[in-house]
C-alpha cells in the first residue's frame, strides 16, 4: 500500500505531499507523522504541499489535526507551498487553519522553523505564535 | 375586395408624401435633441432605408409576423439602428419615437385614398398599427440589448482593470482596490494577488483601501477571506488605508479584525513591511 514518505532532514522532519491525498492516505499520514515525531526526537515538521490541487474539507481538518498533534508531542508544524486555488477552496469551506504557521516554500518555512525553535530555546515564556 | 389595390402599392404610390411627412414628424417629435447628435441627412437616409425594406416586407403579403423570414432586413436594419443609438446616447424612447412616427403618414395615405371603401381603409389602417407597434417594440427590445451589451462590456473591463496587483518591492507586494467590492471582484481581486504571491515568492502584502467607498459586513468579510487565504500560503497581510469613518464603521458593525495588521497609509504599511522582510531576510 501506497504511503507519504517522511524524511528526516536534520533536526526536522520533512513531509511532500506529491499524490492526491485520498482519505485513506491522509490517515495513515497522521499516523506514520505522529509515531516519527516521537521516534526522532523532533521538534518541527515541515509539510510542503506545493504539488496538492486539490482538497476537501476532510483533507483540510486532517492538516489541521496533524498540525495539532504535533503540538502536543512537541513539534512545530510548518505548512509550505499552498495553492491559491487550495487556499480559497480552504478559506470558502470555512477552515482558516488556526494555529497552523505556514511559509511560502521549503526554504522560507525552514528559516520560520529556525526561528520559532531559537525563540522558545531563548525564552520559554513566549510560546509559538 | 379584389378590386380594390393592395396595401403595399398604394403605400409605395405615396412613397414621397409619407416619407416627407415622416421626416416632418420626427423632426417635431424629437426635436433638438436629435438634432445635436445626428446630421440631418443621417435621419433622412435611415428614414428611407426603413421604409425601403418595410414595403419590401410588406409586398411579401406577410403582414401579421414581424418575426417572419419576410421582415428579416427589416429586423436587421432595426438593430443596427438600435446598437448605433445606443452608442450615440440616445434613450429607448426616442428610438421608439423612430417607428411610430411614421404612422401618421401611412395614415393619412391611406384614408386619403379615394378608391377605397371604409371598412378597407379600417382594416388597412388596423394592419399598420398592428405592424408598426409590434416594430417599434422589437426596436426597444433590440435597443436594450444592445445597451445591456455595452454594460456587459463595461463590466468586464472593470474588472480588469480594476485589480492590479503592484510589486513596491523585493518581497511586498501591493493591491491598491478602488471601487466598491462585491463577491465577483473579490474573487478576481484574491485570485489575482494570491498568484502573484505564488510567481514573486512575496512575502507580505499590502491591500490599500484607500479607494474603497465603504465598507460593509460583507466587504470586511471577503477583505477577511483574502487575508485568510493569504496567511495558508504562507504570506502576511497588512491593510491600509483606513480613512476615519470606515474605522467607525466597522468597530460599529462588530466585524473582527483580530489578528489583522492595519496602518493608516500606504507609506506606513510599507516601512512596516520592509522591517518585517528585512529582518525574516536578515535571521
Known amino acids: 500500500m501506497e504511503r ?31 509515531q516519527a515525531i516521537q521516534r526522532h526526537h523532533t521538534h518541527g515538521v515541515l509539510i510542503d504541499i506545493s504539488a496538492l490541487e486539490v482538497v476537501d474539507s476532510f483533507i483540510g481538518r486532517m492538516i489541521a489535526d496533524i498540525s495539532g498533534i504535533a503540538r502536543i508531542l512537541d513539534a512545530i508544524t510548518v ?14 469551506l470555512g477552515l482558516s487553519l488556526p494555529g497552523v504557521a505556514t511559509a511560502l516554500n521549503v526554504e522560507r518555512g525552514m528559516h520560520l522553523l529556525r526561528r520559532r525553535l531559537q525563540r522558545e530555546d531563548g525564552d520559554e515564556l513566549s510560546g509559538p505564535r | 375586395m379584389a378590386a380594390e389595390e393592395k396595401l403595399a402599392a398604394l403605400l409605395e404610390r405615396h412613397r414621397e408624401k409619407i416619407l416627407a411627412q415622416w421626416l416632418r414628424e420626427l423632426a417635431t417629435a424629437t426635436g433638438a435633441s436629435v438634432r445635436g447628435r445626428l446630421a440631418g441627412d443621417t435621419v433622412a437616409r435611415q428614414a428611407d432605408e426603413f421604409f425601403h425594406a418595410f414595403m419590401a ?7 401579421n409576423d414581424v418575426g417572419g423570414d ?18 450615440a446616447g440616445f434613450s429607448s424612447e426616442e428610438t421608439a419615437t423612430f417607428i411610430f412616427s411614421l404612422k401618421r403618414g401611412l395614415f393619412e395615405a391611406v384614408s386619403g385614398d379615394k378608391g377605397r371603401g371604409a371598412a378597407q381603409v379600417a382594416e388597412d389602417l388596423w394592419t399598420i398599427t398592428e405592424l408598426l407597434d409590434r416594430l417599434g ?12 451589451e455595452v454594460i456587459n462590456r463595461q463590466q468586464a473591463e472593470l474588472l480588469e482593470l480594476s485589480t492590479p496587483v503592484v510589486k513596491l518591492w523585493e518581497g511586498i507586494l501591493a493591491l491598491p482596490l478602488i471601487g466598491t467590492l462585491d463577491s465577483a471582484r473579490t474573487q478576481v481581486v484574491m485570485e489575482s494577488l494570491l498568484q502573484k504571491i505564488v510567481e514573486t515568492e512575496s512575502q507580505v502584502a499590502i491591500i490599500d483601501i484607500t479607494g474603497v467607498p465603504t465598507v460593509d459586513t460583507l466587504v470586511a468579510q471577503h477583505l477577511l477571506k483574502t487575508i485568510t487565504a493569504l496567511r495558508l500560503m504562507g504570506a502576511e497581510c497588512i491593510v491600509s488605508g483606513v480613512r476615519p469613518q470606515i474605522a467607525q464603521t466597522i468597530v460599529q458593525l462588530g466585524v473582527d479584525l483580530e489578528g489583522v495588521t492595519t496602518k493608516a497609509n500606504l507609506a506606513d504599511a510599507l516601512a512596516l513591511a520592509i522591517k518585517r522582510t528585512g529582518r525574516a531576510l536578515a535571521g
Open chain 1, 4 to 34: 507519504i514518505p517522511i524524511l528526516k532532514m536534520g533536526e526536522f522532519l520533512l513531509v511532500t505531499i506529491q499524490v492526491d491525498l485520498s482519505d485513506q492516505l491522509a490517515m495513515r499520514l497522521q499516523d506514520d507523522l505522529s
Open chain 1, 79 to 92: 505548512l509550505v507551498g499552498m495553492q491559491p486555488a487550495v487556499a480559497i477552496t480552504l478559506v470558502e
Open chain 2, 57 to 63: 416586407a410588406l409586398s411579401s403579403g406577410n403582414t
Open chain 2, 70 to 87: 419576410e421582415w428579416k432586413s427589416v429586423r436587421t436594419f432595426l438593430e443596427q439602428l438600435s446598437a448605433e443609438r445606443v452608442r
Open chain 2, 137 to 148: 417594440l422589437y426596436s426597444v427590445k433590440a435597443f436594450q440589448r444592445s445597451r445591456e
